[in-house]
């Protein structure tokens, strides 16, 4: 017989590894489930050594450092963890509980789930040179692997977002130079992470393009464009980190039946969803008056696990 859980939290990332926590805390059974084969998410995935600044009690923290913390706060109450759990099929049982396999035939039972896939399974977008390709992991990365190998390295951010700037605003006191290019004219970013930049010795070129990138065997130079002005010039270039986007995929939850709103699941206030029993935190969770922010997924998690308590302890 497969034993049934209270809550199934579908991702490990920071939100995810909160939510198994706080369900555990208030004495619920649960598992955390990820297809990743370590906790993290896309936080340690992708930005591994970046520094947060968003999280109370913390003045900075790198993804890894808070991963491990909330991880080891997750699992002093026995949570079960399952990763490399790549969720195919949930679906719902005639006692009310949730079936979950995943891809390699793996099942587990819940009465309630809570989804905390972040913006699902992405991919960094790849930069549209034809030589860039060749230069990946030879002075090109779209992922800072070790902040160590950008040390007193002449480097070139590629976007405006706010990883763009996160990673630019660290880098200053680490790398010799650095650069950031932009294609548009505005930065999506948070504007006091531009402001920032902008008072740091970091040079900054609005409605610039990478056009081309050379060097024998890694990255030596790049040229960059910019369209509003018509100027173009060749820089020396040890490391470009490509910060353009992800390409995200919803996989199982586009098969599910919810309501999908601007790639995401729509949720009440209470983080409730359209399918019964099942719940959306975190960046996952398109709800009234949403910030994409770690703090606030927490704060999803308690309204999340709270309904659950009463609903639990008041079934109708």
């Not at 034809?130 to 160590?148: H, I, M, N, T």
């Not at 996160?166 to 932009?182: G, P």
């Not at 402001?195 to 050379?214: E, F, G, M, N, Y």
Request: hydrophobic residues 40%; proline residues 3%; contains cysteine.
């Amino acid at each position: 017989m497969i034993d049934v859980y209270d809550v199934v939290v579908i991702g490990a990332g920071p939100v995810g590894l909160y939510a198994g926590f706080f369900a555990a805390e208030n004495k619920l059974r649960v598992a955390i489930v990820d297809a990743l084969p370590d906790v993290g998410g896309q936080l340690t995935a992708l930005y591994p050594q970046k520094f947060i600044f968003d999280v109370a009690g913390y003045p900075q923290v790198t993804a890894t450092q808070l991963v491990d913390k909330l991880k080891r706060q997750a699992l002093k109450h026995h949570v079960s963890l399952l990763l490399e759990f790549k969720v195919v099929t949930l679906s719902l049982c005639e006692d009310e509980s949730y079936r979950i396999v995943s891809e390699q035939g793996r099942e587990i039972r819940g009465r309630y789930i809570i989804i905390a896939v972040g913006a699902g399974l992405i991919t960094p977008r790849k930069l549209e040179l034809p030589e860039a390709e060749r230069y990946l992991d030879r002075g090109l990365e779209y992922v800072v692997k070790d902040v160590e190998e950008y040390g007193h390295r002449r480097v070139l951010i590629v976007g405006g977002g706010d990883t763009a700037l996160d990673w630019a605003n660290s880098l200053i006191s680490v790398a010799r130079e650095v650069t950031v290019i932009h294609r548009s004219e505005r930065f999506v970013g948070f504007e006091g992470s531009l402001q920032k930049l902008r008072q740091s010795s970091c040079a900054v070129h609005t409605d610039t393009r990478l056009t081309a990138i050379s060097g024998e065997g890694k990255v030596e130079r790049v040229q960059i464009t910019n369209s509003k002005e018509g100027w173009t010039k060749e820089l020396e270039i040890e490391r470009i980190l490509g910060c353009i986007g992800f390409t995200p995929k919803l996989g199982f939850i586009k098969e599910i039946g919810f309501e999908i709103a601007e790639g995401s699941i729509r949720a009440a206030e209470n983080m409730r969803t359209n399918v019964t029993n099942v719940y959306a935190v975190g960046d996952i969770s398109n709800h009234p008056g949403r910030i994409k922010l770690i703090s606030t997924g927490f704060g999803n998690v308690q309204i999340a696990v709270n309904d659950i308590i009463r609903r639990s302890n008041n079934p109708s």
